[in-house]
């Protein structure tokens, strides 16, 4: 599902970095006040987890560790990119300088508010 706010761009790999990469699950909820984005990245740790803003494009970057023993030698992998990756295109209502996040358990949560001149508003009627 997208939402007017938020358009994704589900490719794996870019020109500028071509390993391959995992695209995560991502559920994205839109209120009057803004979105907020819920990513699944288990085996991404907080301080390996880059979330960045270009211009109007925010992209997701984790490390995948999965937790493999070293004198383990794999037979069968369906998982075989080492990084999880995914961007988004943002509307211009939204306001990237305000972004805030979290992560717990492997869930990334992201909250981006509206600015204030795209939120909605009730305009007051007076009695002439």
Do not use: C
């Not at 069968?76 to 961007?87: G, H, P």
């Amino acid at each position: 599902m997208q939402t007017q706010a938020m358009q994704t761009q589900a490719s794996t790999t870019t020109a500028s970095r071509p390993t391959p990469s995992l695209v995560p699950p991502v559920d994205i909820f839109e209120d009057a006040s803004g979105i907020t984005l819920v990513a699944d990245l288990p085996g991404a740790s907080r301080d390996k987890l880059s979330i960045g803003v270009d211009g109007r494009t925010l992209t997701i970057e984790a490390p995948l560790a999965l937790g493999e023993a070293n004198s383990l030698v794999s037979m069968y992998a369906e998982v075989r990119a080492n990084r999880y990756r995914r961007s988004f295109e943002l509307s211009g209502e939204l306001d990237t300088t305000a972004i805030d996040a979290g992560l717990k358990d492997g869930v990334l949560t992201l909250r981006i508010p509206k600015l204030e001149q795209a939120k909605p508003r009730r305009i007051e009627v007076k009695v002439a």
